[in-house]
């Protein structure tokens, strides 16, 4: 119990598991005992999956429980598409928890956050968002081959900021040259700043206008950026 020995929401007890609290109805609002049952057996103290997103920044011996639940969520906990209820529920803190550093690298970890993007029925777009965040924290360069593939995948209005700022980390050409291509898009101050992470050279003439630009954010982030990348 080292990574969920304090956090809100921890079950107390020897029998917390026969004493369920009477708010927590099994297969109501985000509570399942499978799961939670699942979960005791790795050692990890929890009724809902939202208390351990809330909770401890790393969960690492959770984490093929939770691989495993949301690769088989639908057949678990069957329904019609797209589900807006406890299915949704269970779903999003499965996501929620895979955020974590210890599935760096974790190739089956990727591909289900990847699969969870690519979902049809699209998903609701937090639960998009959770799993780019995931895909940003635990790529690395290896990765980016099936980051570019899934660029043109993204559902419209998908937060395109993760994807960005994990090309930042990859510090390649390629990776360079993606970036240039946001630097006239909404998400152009995170473009600057992945492009100063990546110390990417031959585009300070890119970057130079955008000390202009209306939104004094960006103006602010081109003006640093300036100071810190590569004179070409």
Same mark, same amino acid.
């Given at each position: 119990?080292?990574?969920?020995?304090?956090?809100?929401?921890?079950?107390?007890?020897?029998?917390?598991?026969?004493? &369920?609290?009477?708010?927590?109805?099994?297969?109501?609002?985000?509570?399942?005992?499978? &799961?939670?049952?699942?979960?005791?057996?790795?050692?990890?103290?929890?009724?809902?999956?939202?208390?351990?997103?809330?909770?401890?920044?790393?969960?690492?011996?959770?984490?093929?429980?939770?691989?495993?639940? #949301?690769?088989?969520?639908?057949?678990?906990?069957?329904?019609?598409?797209?589900?807006?209820?406890?299915?949704?529920?269970?779903?999003?803190?499965?996501?929620?928890?895979? &955020?974590?550093?210890?599935?760096?690298?974790?190739?089956?970890?990727?591909?289900?956050?990847?699969?969870?993007?690519?979902?049809?029925?699209? #998903?609701?777009?937090?639960? &998009?968002?959770?799993?780019?965040?995931?895909?940003?924290?635990?790529?690395?360069?290896?990765?980016?081959?099936?980051?570019?593939? #899934?660029?043109?995948?993204?559902?419209?209005?998908?937060?395109?900021?993760?994807?960005?700022?994990?090309?930042?980390?990859?510090?390649?050409?390629?990776?360079?040259?993606?970036?240039?291509?946001?630097?006239?898009?909404?998400?152009?101050?995170?473009?600057?700043?992945?492009?100063?992470?990546?110390?990417?050279?031959?585009?300070?003439?890119?970057?130079?206008?955008?000390?202009?630009?209306?939104?004094?954010?960006?103006?602010?982030?081109?003006?640093?950026?300036?100071?810190? #990348?590569?004179?070409?």
């Amino acid at each position: 119990m080292t990574h969920t020995s304090n956090y809100i929401g921890l079950p107390q007890g020897d029998g917390w598991m026969d004493n &369920i609290p009477s708010q927590y109805v099994h297969g109501e609002h985000g509570f399942d005992e499978r &799961i939670m049952r699942d979960l005791a057996e790795v050692g990890v103290r929890a009724y809902t999956l939202d208390d351990l997103a809330n909770g401890p920044a790393t969960i690492p011996e959770a984490i093929p429980v939770f691989v495993d639940w #949301l690769s088989h969520l639908e057949e678990r906990i069957p329904g019609p598409e797209p589900d807006h209820g406890h299915r949704s529920i269970i779903r999003s803190g499965l996501i929620r928890n895979l &955020i974590d550093p210890a599935a760096r690298g974790n190739q089956q970890v990727i591909d289900l956050l990847i699969s969870q993007v690519k979902h049809q029925p699209p #998903l609701p777009s937090r639960q &998009i968002d959770w799993a780019l965040g995931g895909l940003k924290l635990i790529c690395g360069p290896k990765e980016f081959s099936k980051i570019v593939a #899934l660029i043109p995948s993204l559902p419209t209005g998908a937060l395109v900021i993760p994807i960005i700022q994990y090309l930042g980390k990859v510090k390649t050409q390629a990776s360079h040259q993606l970036l240039v291509g946001y630097l006239d898009g909404p998400a152009r101050e995170f473009a600057i700043k992945a492009l100063v992470q990546a110390k990417a050279p031959n585009v300070r003439h890119l970057v130079e206008p955008l000390v202009q630009d209306p939104d004094a954010s960006v103006r602010k982030a081109a003006r640093r950026a300036m100071e810190r #990348l590569p004179h070409d």
